[in-house]
Every structure is written in structure tokens, then in C-alpha cells.
């Protein structure tokens, strides 16, 4: 079963099980993961599922809309940014570690 593992500004860690298809932004606001707010429902248009990719993982290129919207996030915008919303395991994609912003609004 895929994992995505959440890193908090404090060092704490969550690593959850989730199924194929589950998205960063989905899983953490279901499962009460602090940081990540999800406003917009992952319409990519709010930019307060922000997080910051670990490791050299193969996602899908941002969209226009998402890259438009990374340069919208509270915290600063780095190369390993991308919204939770727009990034998902499986397909190949068995875990993902992802550090949450210290803000998000
Ligand atoms: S939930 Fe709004 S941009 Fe991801």
C-alpha cells in the first residue's frame, strides 16, 4: 500500500497508508495532518495545500494553473515546491515524503 510521509517545521512526522491515487492535500486534511489547509478543494486556486517535495521523485510537470498559484504561497516558493492537491501516489509512485511550510496563509 502507498505511503506519503508529512515532515512539520517542529520535526514531528506522520506517515500514512493510503490507496492508489491519493493526494497529498486529500490525505492530510482527512486524516487531521496539521499545515495543510486545502481551501479551494484541490481546484488549484487557493495555494494553501503548499509543501515542499523531499527526494528526487518522478511527478507529473506543474500545470500552468499550478505554477501560477505557487507563486501565490505564504512560505517561500522553492524548486521542490508543488500543491498537495496536484501531486498523488501510485502508478508507479509508492511513497512520498513531503515537508509542510511553516504558514500557509
Ligand atoms: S487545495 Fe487549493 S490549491 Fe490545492
Known amino acids: ?7 512539520q ?15 497529498v492535500m486529500r ?4 486524516n487531521g495532518v496539521p499545515g495543510i489547509v486545502g481551501e ?3 481546484q488549484a486556486m487557493c495555494a494553501t495545500c503548499h509543501v ?5 521523485v518522478a511527478l507529473p510537470e506543474r500545470s500552468e494553473d499550478e ?8 512560505s517561500e516558493r522553492t524548486d521542490a515546491s508543488r ?11 509508492d511513497s512520498l515524503e513531503v515537508d509542510v511550510p511553516a504558514s500557509q496563509v
Open 67 to 74: 505554477d501560477e498559484m505557487l507563486d501565490c504561497t505564504s
Open 52 to 56: 515542499y517535495v523531499r527526494g528526487d
Open 1 to 7: 500500500m502507498p505511503t506519503i510521509t508529512y515532515h
Open 9 to 23: 517545521p517542529s520535526g514531528e512526522r506522520t506517515t500514512l497508508e493510503v490507496a492508489e491515487g491519493a493526494t
Open 40 to 42: 479551494c478543494g484541490g
Open 27 to 30: 490525505t492530510a486534511v482527512t
Open 83 to 93: 500543491l498537495g492537491c496536484q501531486i498523488a501516489v501510485g502508478g508507479g509512485l
